[in-house]
């Protein structure tokens, strides 16, 4: 794992909400969406954080505020210290070039009409100066033949390819501008579980070879635990927990965690004879109205008046504090408390 320096990436109290509008001539705003709301944690030279979460708690809306593709409502995004909220124009541009992003989907986020070299080539329109015409067919070869792809295909088209594959072609261009930071959204969700486990090892050769970090989102908590340093666990726009994978995966502290590790299947019949499974009630709130408090409250077994009336800071529990395993692993929870789980 990655020594700790500065983080490269620290992102403070990031809020986005979505306003809510009525009315079709004259739209008035009636409330908001609150996708993202007071988010904060820190990328360190690299190393994998995972982010992981059930669908629609806000880890998109995460990964597109840290491209710029989404504007914050509020919070910064300190890149090596300097707030690429803030930025636009040049300077934005000039960031841009090493935070790069690889998307879920390769079958719609490869432009069908493109050959393979084009789109592996498109980040040096941008930015020509990595890259002069003359150089450029040399260079997308090259990456072609780092993803593990036959450089041959230059000229061929993303309905040639599997997959896998394309997804490759996908990482090749997320790499095209020899990025510092990569931010993965679900990158091997729509793949097959047989080739899943390629495109991860590839990740993380990658990631030695050109000494990259990865923010890595997904909702496949075995996948994140296999490739993550240190795991965000969120909730409803919130973090719940943060901590290095052993901590989140074999002592967590926040009860939303514990539930979802419960309920991955668990194949070892000892393993899960001793293992309790918690079954949240209830749905996910909308985060258009998010209970007041903790967030998590209403499908909480361990929720008091406290957690109604505060809101939970993500922090160390301060029993946890002097010791050295406990160090570092925050939880937003009023009454954290560890918990062991026996995996296979
Ligand atoms: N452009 C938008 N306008 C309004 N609401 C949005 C917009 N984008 C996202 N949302 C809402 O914000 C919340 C978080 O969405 P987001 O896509 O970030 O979740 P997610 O964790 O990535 O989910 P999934 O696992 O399904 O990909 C959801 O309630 C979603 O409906
Ligand atoms: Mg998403």
Redesign the pocket.
């Known amino acids: 794992m990655a020594d700790r320096g500065e983080p490269i990436l620290q992102v403070r109290n990031l809020v986005k909400h ?1 306003p809510l509008t009525q009315g079709i001539l004259f739209k008035r705003q009636v409330g908001a ?1 609150k ?1 993202v709301d007071d988010v904060s944690f820190e990328l360190y030279q690299g190393e994998t954080l995972g982010i992981v ?10 990964a597109k505020l840290l491209m710029r593709l989404e504007q914050p409502t509020a919070g910064q995004i300190l890149y090596k210290g300097e707030d690429i909220a803030r930025l636009s124009g040049r300077a934005l541009k000039a960031v841009r070039r090493n935070i790069q992003m690889v998307f879920q989907d390769p079958y719609t986020s490869l432009n069908p009409r493109m050959t393979v070299g084009d789109i592996i080539g498109e980040p040096f329109d941008i930015h020509p100066e990595v890259a002069p015409k003359g150089d450029r067919r040399r260079k997308v070869r090259e990456l072609l033949d780092v993803v593990g792809l036959n450089p041959e295909y230059i000229n061929r088209y993303p309905h040639q390819f599997s997959g896998g594959q394309r997804q490759r072609i996908g990482i090749a261009r997320g790499l095209a501008l020899n990025p510092e930071i990569i931010v993965c ?2 990158p091997v969700s729509a793949l097959d579980v047989s080739v899943q486990a390629q495109v991860i090892n590839l990740m993380e050769r990658l990631q030695d070879e050109f000494e990259l970090s990865y923010l890595f ?1 997904a ?1 496949d908590l075995s996948i994140v635990r296999h490739i993550s340093d240190r795991v965000a666990v ?1 909730y409803l ?1 919130k973090l719940a927990e943060v901590g290095t994978d052993a901590q989140i995966y074999d002592h967590p502290t926040h009860p939303y965690t514990q539930a979802l590790l419960s309920a991955v299947p668990q194949p070892d019949p000892a393993a899960r004879a001793t293992r309790e499974r918690i079954i949240l009630t209830g749905d996910v709130p909308s ?1 258009a109205n998010p209970p007041s408090g903790c967030r998590f409250r209403t499908r909480c077994w361990k929720a008091q008046d406290k957690c109604a009336k505060e809101v939970p800071l993500l922090a160390v529990p301060e029993r946890y504090r002097d010791s050295d395993s406990g160090a570092r692993h925050a939880s937003a929870c009023h009454f954290a408390e560890e918990k062991d789980i026996v995996h296979a």
């Open positions: 979505f969406v996708a979460g059930e669908s629609g708690c806000g880890k998109s809306t995460v959204d679900e989102i909702h969120m726009g985060p």
